[in-house]
């Protein structure tokens, strides 16, 4: 399962503006920037391809031609929301004391935590002043207010950590604040910046937020499912660090046995072994929280689908936007 | 030396504001701000008085009433500039490993890393939203230019730790951006929201930013000579992690005996000893640079109070303005 073309394309059309940003940068903060963008190695050496799936531009500007305005329209907007996203990945990183990211060490693993920490703060200054220069005060309100859940997400996350119980309502709520927000904030200035109507603007903010739900459902059950070659990520890494994604909340929650020697797991302090995790992993499928929570990712899925229809978007970019749904819950990585 | 009554009145109007905004914050986020602004304690009981010196938000209201505009006027400016002040203060006690901050442990040594990092990011987009709201996109510019500039400054601070020599300018233009740049936002924004004209702004700018400057100097010689009875910082805490503020970039590059011999002290690796840290406090003194620096902290006054002349103030205002040059200057804490 690969990227839809018209997303590929669109990095093609969001690289030249991102990096426009980044050049602002002073040189030092440029470079770390740089590394964590996949755009040059460690020695600052450019480097080919790299870079993450940059979903989050190719759904602002996809928005903008669904209200039938050219993509360029929602550069501004695409360039914000990959910022802001890169900013979240720096400082989770530290936060989560993950080391490698997309096969590489991360910022703070290579360059130290205050480089990380500061590096994520030019990054979301620089989203805000990005959007300032449209002139467009509404397109910085869709921001910070994305920002603001993203933030409580995160908090929320990190707060689960501590917890014994989850309930699988909050777990989806904290999922909506960490990746729909902005997904949802893509799709809205896209829509916003190509001029559409405030109707389409909140369809499309709709069909990002769910397409970001399944997006998420989707990467909770790679962290559990997955296979490290191909996701790039550690084997089990969210049930080692005792995570509580929605699958792991749908699974503790499910009052069956597996239930509850799933919550003796939770509830030591110890770093699982290896066997543990693959237990955990196991005691997570037992409950049925992994074929539940696949559903529910098609079920979002499907209402993502369905708010287009108060859009009408060309055939052409409707079929990219359904293109998009389908990747994001077939991919495997 | 305590701060001009003007200063402290600014506290009653700036305090509920404040809170107002804090208030939108997610229940978790809002103790942890709390507790960092010395609103409550650990445990969330609510503590009297509190809270620091409030100068940015007290040079905005100042720099509204400057242009003859009521200080009300400027509420969002001064609410803006204190989070953002904030922002930097949570994200540099986690870079610096501070573990207190006013005589109370620091948010992230209570709370943890993530915690402090993600306050820090709260406040930040806190700060945009209080200005998004003003309906002034030119606010927010003047906002995110500092913001820029700060982070640029805490970059240079820390790639100066590295390094072997760092010169005299270089580090005053570090400490332009630690420092400077966020006070002559909180003048720029008072008197932009204020009503005054660009000459007006320009001119309470750069009386905010070479007051900026002043406090910075001096703060930087409170971090050698300074009574940490007095100061709350550990004694020569600035010294001890090889900080290269301005007196100690002025003593190095000296091409005094003392100055070799200090330059020794900075490119040892090894935590230095309570002797030690004594001995390169002396040696800053002797090459001349404490008196350097105080010589050029009272020059940033004088061109503070210089930039006046453009702005034409009521005399109060003027009076409270000039009150507050001489304060940075003589405070000992």
């Avoid at 759904?59 to 910022?83: H, Y």
């Avoid at 020697?261 to 037992?286: I, K, N």
């Avoid at 209402?303 to 079929?319: G, N, T, Y």
Wanted: proline share 4%; aromatic share 4%; with cysteine.
């Amino acid at each position: 399962m690969t990227l839809p073309s018209e997303v590929s394309a669109t990095r093609l059309l969001v690289r030249p503006a991102l990096r426009e940003a980044v050049d602002t940068l002073d040189p030092a903060m440029r470079r770390i920037v740089s590394y964590h963008l996949g755009w040059t190695d460690e020695h600052g050496a450019a480097v080919e391809g790299g870079g993450g799936k940059a979903l989050r531009p190719a759904l602002a500007l996809l928005a903008a031609q669904a209200v039938r305005a050219r993509p360029e329209t929602a550069l501004a907007g695409a360039v914000a929301v990959e910022l802001v996203h890169n900013f979240s990945l720096l400082h989770d990183d530290v936060m989560d004391g993950d080391t490698e990211r997309r096969h590489r060490p991360t910022v703070w693993a290579l360059f130290g935590t205050p480089a990380a920490i500061l590096a994520g703060d030019a990054l979301l200054t620089l989203a805000v002043e990005v959007l300032e220069a449209t002139g467009l005060l509404s397109a910085g309100r869709y921001l910070t207010r994305a920002v603001r859940r993203l933030i409580e997400g995160q908090t929320a996350d990190i707060d689960f950590e501590r917890r014994a119980l989850v309930g699988v309502e909050e777990c989806l709520h904290m999922e909506d604040g960490k990746t729909a927000a902005l997904m949802a904030c893509a799709a809205e200035l896209g829509a916003l910046l190509g001029g559409g109507d405030d109707a389409s603007v909140a369809a499309l903010g709709r069909f990002g937020r769910n397409l970001g739900m399944g997006f998420q459902l989707v990467d909770d059950l790679l962290g559990i499912v997955g296979s490290p070659e191909v996701t790039g990520k550690p084997v089990l890494a969210d049930l080692r660090v005792r995570k509580k994604s929605v699958p792991v909340a749908v699974a503790l929650n499910s009052g069956t046995d597996s239930a509850l020697a799933l919550r003796e797991f939770y509830r030591r302090e110890d770093a699982p072994s290896e066997d543990d995790v693959r237990t955990m992993a196991a005691l997570v499928d037992d409950t049925g929280a992994i074929a539940w929570t696949r559903d529910r990712a098609h079920r979002y899925i499907a209402e993502a689908e369905a708010s287009l229809a108060a859009v009408d978007p060309p055939s052409d970019i409707r079929a990219a936007l359904v293109d998009l749904t389908r990747f994001v819950v077939e991919r495997d990585r």
